[in-house]
């Protein structure tokens, strides 16, 4: 697992992949995207990101989705922070970080032109 954080470290830095923030590189964590609940298929480099200590115990268990979703920028820096992860979580933060701008359009209402007793 040390190989896959130095590889990490050298890929993006010592970044947090859900938040952003610069951390010293002693003080990282590996998170696995997608939990390992003791299954060891999941510790390949396309399943882990680093992460501070905050995040990371934030994270725990959570399904990433659940989590993406509790706060929506995570899924903005996970993509660039984890370039290297499967295409199918990619795919899946993309989806859960997307965002309307706008609001959908609104009905549009018409106007009675009546004279309010009911009579056309």
């Not at 610069?22 to 882990?48: C, M, S």
């Not at 399904?63 to 903005?76: L, M």
Request: one cysteine or more.
């Amino acid at each position: 697992m040390d190989a896959h954080r130095r590889w990490l470290i050298d890929q993006y830095g010592s970044v947090c992949a859900y938040c952003g923030v610069e951390i010293p590189e002693d003080r990282t964590t590996l998170d696995h995207v997608y939990p390992r609940k003791g299954q060891t298929a999941y510790d390949r480099p396309d399943n882990l990101v680093i992460a501070c200590q905050p995040c990371n115990s934030a994270k725990a268990d959570t399904p990433f989705v659940a989590f993406i979703a509790q706060r929506r920028a995570r899924g903005v820096f996970l993509l660039h922070y984890g370039e290297h992860l499967s295409d199918w979580v990619k795919d899946l933060v993309r989806q859960t970080s997307e965002r309307e701008f706008l609001p959908p359009a609104r009905p549009q209402f018409v106007h009675y032109a009546g004279n309010g007793n009911g009579n056309h």
